[in-house]
């Protein structure tokens, strides 16, 4: 059974930080590139950042770049994202997600989202 269980969420000021945690079952994480998205109400899902397998090459959306940094632990199933100098348009649900291709199969996983509230 695949789980990704997001955690870290919650309700922080203007310019405070969170950390958000996704840990990761029933998957072949080793391989995986594991990302993190958000939703805002209204607005369509959007990458937020992204971690490779292999190398931990990392990819960021501009609007986080210098502010977010994502990193991953192998040997625990997961992925994080520590997210400093929090603005309110940083409010969304962030997501978990969970990418990768073995057998010529590509398969994809999205975890349940975490709220992030973030008050000026």
């Known amino acids: 059974q695949v789980q990704l269980v997001e955690s870290g969420g919650g309700l922080v000021q203007a310019g405070g930080s969170l950390r958000l945690s996704c840990k990761a079952s029933?998957?072949?994480?080793?391989?995986?590139?594991m990302g993190w998205y958000r939703q805002a109400p209204g607005n369509q899902r959007e990458l937020v950042a992204t971690?490779?397998?292999?190398?931990?090459?990392?990819n960021y959306a501009n609007s986080v770049k210098g502010r977010f940094t994502i990193s991953r632990d192998n040997a625990k199933n997961t992925v994080y994202l520590q997210m400093n100098s929090l603005k309110p348009e940083d409010t969304a649900v962030y997501y978990c997600?969970?990418?990768?291709?073995?057998?010529?199969?590509?398969?994809?996983?999205w975890g349940q989202g975490t709220q992030v509230t973030v008050s000026s």
């Open positions: 997600n969970a990418v990768y291709f073995q057998l010529a199969k590509a398969y994809n996983y």
């Open positions: 029933g998957i072949n994480f080793n391989i995986s590139t």
């Open positions: 971690i490779t397998s292999r190398l931990s090459t990392t």
